[in-house]
């Protein structure tokens, strides 16, 4: 790999395509674009006091740690970011005012994408076959 390139994948990341059977079932996942590696997943862990988090979203594009596997849980939560950044051309603001007041854990961008994940893998889930008499 060239030193420009290596030098671009340190800073951004390397394009990553998602698995054909995950977005298969997840769909709206295609609306957003996946990069593993770069800056924000070890900036966001520098802010949180870990080494990287598993998933940074900047726009329309999702930030994964090299090392993160590919989970739908995961991916539904940066794209509920995706949206929120889609929103409001505030967000990014916004998210740093709500983290700063209240904390990353109850952001109510945080809880509403932990919510929207949650409620889209219990839409997707297999339904269990109703007990009969």
């Known amino acids: ?9 340190a800073l951004i990341g390397a394009p990553a395509a998602l698995p054909a059977q995950l977005l298969a079932r ?6 957003a ?7 924000p997943p ?8 870990m080494r990287s988090v598993a998933g940074v979203t900047l726009w329309r594009t ?12 995961l991916l539904l ?7 929120q950044f889609e929103e409001s051309r505030a967000f990014p603001l916004r ?5 700063a ?19 889209r893998l219990r839409a997707a889930a297999p339904s269990s076959p109703s007990s009969g008499t």
């Not at 674009?33 to 800056?39: A, D, S």
């Not at 007041?101 to 409620?119: P, S, T």
């Open 1 to 9: 790999m060239a030193p420009l390139q290596r030098l671009r994948a």
């Open 26 to 31: 997840f769909p709206e996942l295609a609306e």
């Open 33 to 39: 674009r996946y990069r593993r590696g770069g800056l």
């Open 42 to 49: 070890r900036i966001g862990g520098w802010v949180l006091g």
């Open 62 to 73: 999702v930030f994964l740690d090299p090392g993160v596997r590919f989970s739908a849980e």
């Open 77 to 83: 939560h940066e794209l509920a970011h995706v949206r």
């Open 95 to 99: 998210y740093v005012w709500e983290s």
């Open 101 to 119: 007041r209240v904390g990353y854990r109850r952001n109510r961008f945080e809880v509403a994408a932990r919510h929207f994940a949650a409620l």
